[in-house]
């Protein structure tokens, strides 16, 4: 059964800084590019962060860009998100994703391209 499963997440105050893990099982994740999404109460789903099959490209969402880092072991079959500085607006439902092996860019960031959902971990950004 394939699975994607995210942890990590939590209450942080502002400025502070998180660990996102996205754990695979049931697939190898190596053969998968994977993206990071975030939905707040009312919003749509937005794209975060991807990084391609290899890790050898990434992509982020201006409104991180500079504080989050998303990195893999494919060893571990597990991505990561690392989150630094984080902000109130930065408060949501994270999902990690997986799709076509080279994703990158701008697609990357899209929900829609993306083929496999894990059921998502809460990150809270508040004093």
């Known amino acids: 059964q394939v699975q994607l499963v995210e942890s990590g997440g939590g209450l942080v105050q502002p400025g502070g800084s998180l660990r996102l893990s996205c754990a695979a099982s049931?697939?190898?994740?190596?053969?998968?590019?994977i993206g990071w999404f975030r939905q707040a109460p009312g919003k749509e789903r937005e794209g975060v962060s991807c990084?391609?099959?290899?890790?050898?490209?990434?992509y982020y969402a201006d409104s991180v860009k500079g504080r989050f880092t998303i990195s893999r072991d494919n060893a571990k079959n597990t991505v990561y998100l690392q989150m630094n500085s984080l902000k109130p607006d930065d408060t949501g439902v994270y999902y990690c994703?997986?799709?076509?092996?080279?994703?990158?860019?701008?697609?990357?960031?899209?929900?829609?391209?993306?083929?496999?959902w894990g059921q998502g971990t809460q990150v809270t950004v508040s004093s």
């Open positions: 049931g697939f190898t994740l190596s053969y998968y590019a």
């Open positions: 990084i391609t099959s290899s890790g050898g490209s990434t």
């Open positions: 994703a997986a799709g076509p092996a080279l994703l990158t860019g701008a697609r990357g960031l899209k929900p829609s391209a993306y083929n496999y």
